[in-house]
């Protein structure tokens, strides 16, 4: 999943299907409305669809495994088929995943950086890709910022959780690594991890995710929140990133080519 030297970064379009989401709750939780707006990014340039049953912003409520695969599995079921594209899930639970992975689900997206019990196991047995993410704390729970030594921070977290997948039996080459921005980072920190995603690289690629993110108004005043996420991911592709995960696909294809 690493871009080639010289190309544009790979665009992972968002699908949340949750009730509750940030930026677009309820937008998509309709299967067929979601696999149009799916169908509308790839043919907008999208190289990966990212399909979400559960928020992940601050002060979000917990969603059971039962509850996601059941938002999930009937956009799977027809999203799938209809896709030239990968589909990744964006789950932290590996029984969502293996119920993803069986209907075709080729990247796990994992916020909790592989931590569930069996996850590991899940991505090392059926050989899908699987991104590590760093969050600070959980959800319900997230600090509003980093210590001092944060960016070493982050990538050692992420140097360990890399070292616990190779160990469990998963491929170099399915590996992705996610700093996290906005998962209790704040502006400025969101800002220097924005501008030095290779830092974060030990050679594997790097997903930087920072679209409609509340720290944009903060660092892009006068942009309206698709074109300072856009503005985002042309930053982190110049700095190093081979994944950009975004929700307006067209803008931010513009942006990056």
Known sequence: MRRPSGAPPLIMGVLNVTPDSFSDGGSWTDPATAVRHALEMVDQ??????????????????????EE???????????????????????MKASVAERCVSLGAEI????????????????????????????????????????????????????????????????????????????????DQNMAILGDSSYFSDGYPVLSGSSRKRFLAVKFPGMDRDEASAEAARIASESGADIVRVHNVGLTRLRVS
């Not at 669809?49 to 409520?61: F, Q, V, W």
């Not at 695969?69 to 789950?91: E, F, G, H, Q, Y």
């Not at 959980?138 to 030594?149: D, H, I, Q, W």
């Open 45 to 66: 340039g999208a190289d990966i669809i990212d399909i979400g049953g559960e928020s992940t912003r601050p002060n979000a409520p917990p969603v059971s495994a039962d």
């Open 69 to 91: 695969i059941a938002r999930l599995v009937p956009v799977l079921r027809d999203l799938v088929p209809s896709l030239d594209v990968p589909v990744s899930v964006d789950t």
């Open 108 to 187: 796990v997206n994992d916020v909790y950086g592989l931590r569930d019990p069996g996850m590991i196991e899940l991505v090392a047995s059926t050989g899908v890709h699987a991104v590590i993410m760093h969050m600070n704390g959980m959800p319900r729970t997230m600090p509003a910022a980093m210590g001092p030594g944060y960016m070493e921070d982050i990538r050692s977290f992420l140097r360990e959780r890399t070292e616990a997948a190779l160990d469990g039996g998963i491929r170099p080459d399915r590996l992705v690594m996610d700093p996290g921005i906005g998962f209790g980072k704040d502006p």
